[in-house]
């Protein structure tokens, strides 16, 4: 038995090159940023700080970003969210919080090539001029949520499981050869 | 005779000819022309017919004005109506057709409409309402609807790509002419984003035809070194054959960029829409000419003058060897100079002015074209191409004083400020008297969210009409939209060379004192065939509102949308009403500012991508086995997995018997899963549900129903306890998203210092029902865990393995059967269902849909979200008494359960149905009951909520409400049926089959 991302791991390359990947480790922290023990339990989790309003921290291949004033997202190999969740459960003892592992319920993709930021322009309601980096943003892509960042070599974007094949036909419709925006 | 000249022409590319058919005759253009100057000099005047009339009409203008010259435009699944020939680029193979015309072009047997004019006057449609119903049905409509209607609908598959996309940006400029070339340079200087945007593919708008001169040299020059300079610019986008399209609250702009438009079927999308968030809006849209009001200004050859020079000096095109200018202006004669010196002859120009001074008649004069001042055109002569004009004095009723022949006229009735986008948000006009236009009020701007001016107009679209105002306007303009966005502009305008142009004369009808017989032949609407006699008909019956004018008469309502008549027929309005202009006022102006493509507003989405498809783990399983799948919300569920031969009734009926009696496996993953934790989650929960759920053991599950504040029943599920401080919750599929956000609702807006979090967790979990005698048999046959009675009862969970799988198994039944829903993480679950048929096979397993799920639960007796409740439905209705609490001090629902109307014993109440012939009860049927209401229809005692035919019956069973419940139990009553008719069914007991719960319980 192993693990499957939702679409096997799809490829398409236009002007931009599509792959989805994953299963990514995903946990979802639900805590408020002054909760005596957070710092420790997301150091402990994922070792990073505490992510500023709307930035994602990595650290290696595990990072945790700012999804809402209340709410984190950590990311880590996919067989390592039991091993977090125990660490923060740790670190957490007694304090009012909620973490729960959300890595299936998840279908992730990235976008790379110079001109992978205008596959996203064409979905997203975002000004990718002043898209800062290791900048954590939830928007929509056409009619679904998602999140995105972005590194070096291109974005990562988050969007839910169930719509994953909807996302990667928007992706590969917007990446077309010929249909750059600049 | 329009023909191509053997010189000039700015635009074309003389080495580059390119086919192109109309009306299937092989012709041949130049790179370079519009569809529209190739027509012309191909000698195609006669592009169209009209709407009502069906007169000839020919091209009258060179741009998005354009009313008459609508074609066709390729074939096939690349086929569009009402293609603009003025705004469309040649290409090699391009094909159209002309529309609205039977069974010819040059014969159309539509035109006997024009002799039957004074049968359709101003408000025709109105009016044959107004006779018996069935004139309109069986006589007025069909001749209507046979002899009108411009362009055919295409039939195939749209075979073009479209998509979307968005910008964002400090300065918007909208219009690449001088002023918004100007108005950029100034912005972009300053550092400002800034994106210009030009609806052609060309900059410089009209100042290179003009004869503008910038900088001391033609225009033409400086629109190439202010685009360079543009281009240099890093914080500058410049796009062509971009619309800006219409202006929304908040800086929000749409804009289709034509892509492909002049190379289809190149792999490009055709067209883009660009959803565009601007700090500040520059509308540099330029101005419109008006025609003049005079008798025949619809015959073919009759163009707008400024129009004829843009064929002239764009594409070395001209309408004819002799056109007589006519006009209330200078700027005309700048058409009369531009013949002229193309070698073309002007035998005269009729000015309506009795005084003409200025430079420009000068010139005109000097090249010994004759002017004849305080003159008007009585007529134009000619039928399908315009033969020459009768002349009589402006002043005067239209006595013939000569007869000049021509071949073309070019009229010129001043010019209008294109406001559209200024005024789509709320921007004021204000009525200029020296050049009788309405221009853009610069106290009364649409404001932002921060009440700030939001566009600013510049140049002929603010008024500034000739080019040295409209360059030192747009830098102004270009600065202040930089300085309002917080950048610092330095206002430093091109000088332009002043011409000097004597003030126009407003002139809406010529000549002035015409009679009837004239001016029900002058045009003012060319495509909706309005005329000046129909909008002062409108006045004489009482439409004093220009905007019931525009309706009753429909002018302005065609696909140009009055560019050329709204100002010319509200000054006749205003004239019939005898009130100013700006007292009459005009109609409101909309997006979009011309025609935007469906193909672009839907953008991506079509086919595949039209909306999302939630899709479960094991979606692929599903449509490899042919399953029939229905959409709930937006996931796609199987409805029932037929198997060759057998209908979809016949395989429901299969699944459900299967399922009784071996083994039935449902794909559950859709519904809803959400964790409530906290120190407060009890005491929410039970807020949010109409039962206790802080007392439910660790372990164990518990049924229970949500409630709106209204006390109607919104959702239901079954409610695990994981932990201490942890409950999870199953909503049913289509609510999950909804319960969550009414969940985070109640936490954030109302209950926020209650430590509860929320997580909704359904697409963590793919979910499987194993249900059936044999159930247990092959969780067993899997092994991992302990699923016995003993160590796993009915409502409790436990984690484990099954089969190597980690799962959460919960001994829940919606079927009334031995019945274990498992959880596993999603990237498993597919190869978890597999593995359950495999080891189920010696087990009878067989995969089940939603349509056999329904019918199980139905055969329990177990309600329905959506099917026994519709949003008036509560709890007590439904006989669920029981799930709610009568010892909690309130539960979200409690206080409007307690309104006299939702308490009163006389409410319809659920019960079951027996039809006494064992027939189903049709879907949606009411009980009828004895006597009619008030409104004289048939009273009724109640309705049927859910019906099936149970294989496991045997017969017919239904669901319902009516009146006294289930007190009315052995009573036979009525339901009526879709043919006529009742059905007889007996009130009996909902729960048709194992009522004691003895299967389940197993």
């Known amino acids: 038995?192993?693990?499957?991302?939702?679409?096997?791991?799809?490829?398409?390359?236009?002007?931009?090159?599509?792959?989805?990947?994953?299963?990514?480790?995903?946990?979802?922290?639900?805590?408020?940023?002054?909760?005596?023990?957070?710092?420790?339990?997301?150091?402990?989790?994922?070792?990073?700080?505490?992510?500023?309003?709307?930035?994602?921290?990595?650290?290696?291949?595990?990072?945790?970003?700012?999804?809402?004033?209340?709410?984190?997202?950590?990311?880590?190999?996919?067989?390592?969210?039991?091993?977090?969740?125990?660490?923060?459960?740790?670190?957490?003892?007694?304090?009012?919080?909620?973490?729960?592992?959300?890595?299936?319920?998840?279908a992730v993709f990235r976008i790379e090539g110079a001109k992978a930021d205008q596959v996203l322009a064409k979905l997203s309601p975002v000004d990718f001029a002043r898209l800062e980096p290791n900048e954590l943003r939830r928007t929509r892509a056409a009619q679904v949520a998602a999140a995105f960042w972005k590194d070096e070599a291109g974005y990562t974007l988050v969007c839910f499981r169930s719509v994953a094949s909807y996302m990667m036909g928007l992706l590969t419709h917007s990446a077309q050869n010929g249909s750059e925006l600049v | 005779m329009s023909t191509r000249l053997s010189r000039g022409g700015r635009l074309i590319d003389r080495s580059a000819s390119q086919e192109f058919s109309f009306n299937g005759k092989k012709l041949r253009g130049l790179k370079g022309d519009t569809l529209a100057a190739a027509l012309l000099a191909n000698d195609q005047m006669l592009v169209g017919r009209s709407f009502k009339y069906h007169r000839p009409r020919g091209i009258v203008a060179a741009g998005p004005e354009e009313p008459n010259a609508l074609v066709g435009m390729g074939r096939g699944a690349r086929f569009e109506p009402n293609q603009r020939v003025t705004t469309t680029e040649l290409f090699n193979g391009l094909e159209a057709q002309s529309q609205n015309h039977w069974p010819s072009l040059e014969f159309d047997v539509g035109v006997i409409n024009n002799s039957l004019a004074r049968f359709l006057p101003g408000g025709f449609y109105y009016k044959t309402f107004m006779y018996p119903r069935a004139a309109w049905k069986h006589l007025f409509e069909p001749i209507i609807r046979a002899s009108a209607g411009l362009g055919k609908a295409p039939k195939d598959r749209d075979a073009d790509r479209y998509e979307q996309a968005y910008a964002f940006c400090d300065v918007l400029v909208i219009g690449g002419g001088i002023a918004g070339l100007q108005a950029a340079l100034v912005a972009g200087a300053s550092g400002a984003r800034v994106i210009v945007l030009e609806q052609t593919a060309h900059w410089g708008g009209r100042a290179p035809v003009d004869g503008d001169v910038i900088e001391g040299a033609p225009a033409d020059a400086w629109v190439k070194s202010a685009v360079e300079a543009l281009g240099k610019m890093e914080n500058v986008t410049l796009r062509v054959r971009t619309m800006g399209a219409g202006v929304y609250d908040h800086g929000y702009v749409l804009a289709e960029e034509k892509i492909a438009d002049h190379t289809p079927g190149d792999g490009r999308p055709k067209h883009r829409l660009w959803r565009i968030r601007a700090g500040r809006i520059v509308t540099a849209t330029g101005a419109i000419e008006r025609p003049l009001s005079f008798a025949g200004n619809d015959i073919p050859g009759v163009m707008l003058a400024a129009s004829v020079r843009d064929y002239v000096v764009n594409f070395a095109v001209s309408p004819g060897d002799r056109t007589v200018v006519v006009t209330n202006n200078d700027d005309a004669y700048r058409t009369a100079i531009a013949l002229k010196e193309a070698g073309l002859e002007v035998p005269a120009i009729i000015d309506a002015r009795v005084s003409v001074t200025g430079d420009l008649p000068a010139r005109a004069r000097a090249m010994g074209i004759r002017i004849e001042a305080g003159r008007a055109i009585a007529k134009v002569k000619g039928g399908k191409r315009v033969t020459g004009v009768a002349i009589c004095i402006q002043a005067g009723e239209g006595s013939v004083l000569e007869e000049i022949a021509c071949d073309a006229v070019a009229m010129s009735g001043g010019w209008s400020p294109v406001v559209h986008l200024w005024s789509h948000c709320g921007g004021k006009l204000v009525w200029d008297t020296t050049h009788a236009h309405f221009r853009p009020d610069a106290t009364k701007p649409p404001t932002n969210q921060d009440g700030q001016a939001m566009v600013i107009a510049v140049g002929n679209a603010n008024g500034a009409m000739s080019a040295a105002d409209a360059l030192a306007d747009a830098a102004k303009g270009g600065a202040a939209a930089a300085e309002a966005t917080s950048f610092k502009a330095e206002v430093k305008a091109a000088s332009a060379t002043q011409v000097t142009e004597a003030p126009m004369e407003a002139v809406w009808i010529m000549p002035q004192g015409a009679g009837s017989a004239l001016k029900a032949k002058m045009w003012l609407d060319y495509q909706n065939d309005v005329k000046v006699s129909d909008v002062q008909l409108a006045a004489r019956e009482g439409y004093e509102s220009v905007e019931h004018t525009k309706r009753y008469t429909t002018l302005g309502m065609a696909t140009d949308q009055g560019k050329l008549s709204n100002i010319n027929g509200l000054a006749i309005l205003a004239q019939s009403l005898n009130e100013d202009i700006p007292q009459v006022g005009t109609t409101t102006f909309r997006p979009p500012y011309t025609p935007v493509t469906l193909g672009a507003l839907a953008g991506e989405s079509r086919g595949e991508i039209f909306q999302p498809l939630r899709k479960t783990p094991m979606h692929a399983w599903h449509e490899a086995q042919n399953a029939y799948m229905e959409p709930v919300g937006l996931w796609r569920r199987p409805y029932t997995f037929p198997r060759a031969g057998e209908t979809h009734e016949q395989s429901v009926h299969r699944e459900v018997n299967n399922t009784r009696t071996n083994l039935g496996l449902l794909d559950a993953s859709t519904l809803g899963k959400i964790i409530v934790k906290g120190p407060d989650a009890g005491k929410f929960l039970d807020m949010l549900y109409t039962g206790v759920m802080s007392n439910l053991p660790v372990g164990k599950c518990r049924y229970g129903l949500m409630c709106n504040e209204q006390g109607?029943?919104?959702?239901?599920?079954?409610?695990?306890?994981?932990?201490?401080?942890?409950?999870?919750?199953?909503?049913?599929?289509?609510?999950?998203?909804?319960?969550?956000?009414?969940?985070?609702?109640?936490?954030?807006?109302?209950?926020?210092?209650?430590?509860?979090?929320?997580?909704?967790?359904?697409?963590?979990?793919?979910?499987?029902?194993?249900?059936?005698?044999?159930?247990?048999?092959?969780?067993?046959?899997?092994?991992?865990?302990?699923?016995?009675?003993?160590?796993?009862?009915?409502?409790?969970?436990?984690?484990?393995?099954?089969?190597?799988?980690?799962?959460?198994?919960?001994?829940?039944?919606?079927?009334?059967?031995?019945?274990?829903?498992i959880a596993v993480p999603a990237s498993l679950g597919a190869a978890f269902w597999e593995a359950l048929h495999k080891a189920g096979a010696e087990f009878g397993t067989m995969p089940y849909g939603t349509e056999a799920l329904h019918i199980m639960r139905a055969e329990k007796g177990f309600i329905m979200i959506g099917d026994e409740t519709d949003g008036t439905v509560i709890p007590q209705d439904l006989n669920l008494g029981w799930a709610i609490s009568k010892k909690k001090a309130d539960f979200l629902g409690k206080r409007g359960q307690e309104r006299n109307y939702l308490a009163s014993p006389d409410r319809w109440k659920l019960a079951g149905f027996e039809t006494l012939d064992g027939s189903v009860v049709p879907d949606g049927s009411y009980i009828v009951a004895a006597g009619h209401n008030a409104n004289g229809q048939g009273n009724t005692q109640g309705r049927v909520t859910s019906t099936y035919y149970s294989p496991t019956l045997k017969r017919g069973i239904a669901m319902g409400l009516i009146h006294g419940g289930l007190n009315r139990i052995g009573d036979v009553v009525e339901f009526n049926t879709v043919s006529g008719g009742t059905v007889k069914a007996k009130v009996v007991d909902p729960v048709f089959y194992d009522k004691d719960g003895a299967k389940q319980n197993v």
């Not at chain 1, 994922?46 to 595990?62: H, L, Q």
């Not at chain 1, 125990?86 to 973490?99: D, E, R, S, T």
């Not at chain 2, 929320?758 to 247990?776: C, D, W």
């Not at chain 2, 160590?791 to 039944?813: C, E, H, K, N």
Request: some cysteine; aromatic content about 10%; glycine content about 10%.
């Open chain 1, 1 to 106: 038995m192993s693990e499957v991302s939702a679409l096997n791991h799809a490829k398409f390359d236009g002007f931009a090159s599509i792959r989805e990947i994953g299963p990514l480790g995903m946990i979802t922290l639900r805590a408020k940023p002054d909760l005596p023990g957070l710092a420790e339990a997301i150091r402990a989790a994922v070792g990073t700080e505490v992510p500023a309003t709307r930035r994602i921290v990595t650290n290696g291949d595990k990072a945790a970003g700012w999804m809402s004033p209340d709410e984190y997202l950590l990311i880590l190999p996919y067989g390592e969210t039991g091993a977090a969740l125990a660490a923060i459960a740790a670190a957490l003892k007694g304090q009012h919080y909620l973490a729960e592992t959300v890595s299936d319920a998840r």
């Open chain 2, 712 to 821: 109607f029943l919104s959702d239901d599920g079954v409610v695990a306890r994981i932990d201490e401080e942890t409950w999870l919750c199953h909503t049913t599929s289509g609510g999950a998203d909804r319960i969550h956000a009414w969940m985070e609702d109640w936490l954030q807006c109302e209950w926020w210092d209650w430590k509860v979090y929320t997580a909704n967790i359904t697409e963590q979990l793919a979910q499987v029902a194993v249900v059936g005698p044999n159930a247990r048999k092959l969780l067993e046959k899997l092994g991992g865990m302990d699923v016995s009675k003993e160590t796993l009862p009915f409502m409790q969970w436990a984690d484990g393995t099954l089969g190597g799988f980690p799962v959460r198994v919960y001994r829940i039944s919606f079927s009334g059967e031995l019945s274990y829903e």
